[in-house]
């Protein structure tokens, strides 16, 4: 991510615990160094994940690698029809030996998140999600529980089983920075992580593959206010409002981007310009994260979607037809 040369104008403790970070992922995920670095990026924008992809390529154990590498607490749940939001959020119960009524907390209330297949669960408890995403904390009757920093949601959802599912909602996705893929990985990868297997390599425990914690939650809110002070000329900013208003306006698209949208593509932006080892923001940036950060806040026609048209393929045009300050 960094080179040398900018360590020193950033703070090369906090920028080495980043690296290590995800030297400490990768060494469970093979070949995802790019998927990874964006999930770090996600983490200094205090942002969230949606992954969606087919089963088996360690969307698990990626997210269970990430919060054993920053000495971080996991939660998981397994989203089903009947899922309610109490199993999310927690619930409050009578303890009848002490006459008062304890809260007891549910998984959401750890430092990543793992939302496994989202989808499959109703849209009801889907928004148990949505206050915890968007303000850092959980209200259970009438009670008001904060979340421990760092917080980090990843939620996986499964692209080609549609039975039993609930389509996320806008307002729902629009509460993830970045939608990713976690595509298979090549031959020589995959054969590795056989060899991997067979010597011993348990997926479902980080430790077996020797990741330990090599950053905390003070590295991580070092970077975060770093990346709060990179620089952003006018015309950078500009640059960003034009692509969002540029989907608000193509002929492909029924949906464009929000104003929030354009703010989360500012955030993610900044971010990987830190990773990058700048202390400012350059158009580059901005154009390498557009299609995680837009992909999922579009909505291709449907005409167009029967053609076979994807978004990315529509965020493609638009970034070759929208000018890039210099």
Known sequence: MASSQTEALRGSSVAEACERVADQVESVIMGKRSVIDLILAALLADGHILLEDVPGVGKTSLAKALAASIEGTFGRVQFTPDLLPTDVSGVTIYR????????????????????????????????????????????????????????????????????????????????????????????????????????????????????RAVAGAANLAAGRAAVQRIDVEPAVLGYVVALARATRESPSLGLGVSPRGAAMLLHAAKAWAWLAGRTFLTPDEVKTVVKPTFRHRVQVRPELQLEGTTADAVLDGILASVPAPR
């Open 96 to 211: 009848r030996g002490r006459d008062e009524f304890e809260f007891r907390p549910g998984p959401i209330f750890a430092n990543i998140v793992l939302a496994d297949e989202i989808n499959r669960a109703s849209p009801k408890t889907q928004s148990a999600l949505l206050e915890a995403m968007a303000e850092r904390q959980v209200t259970v009757d009438g009670s008001t529980y904060p979340l421990a920093a760092p917080f980090l949601v990843i939620a996986t959802q499964n692209p080609i089983e549609h039975e039993g599912t609930f389509p996320l909602p806008e307002a729902q996705l629009d509460r993830f920075l970045f939608k990713l893929t976690v595509a298979y990985p090549d031959a020589t990868q995959e054969q590795e992580i056989l060899a991997r297997h067979h010597a011993g390599l348990d997926p479902h425990d980080p430790a077996s593959a020797g990741v």
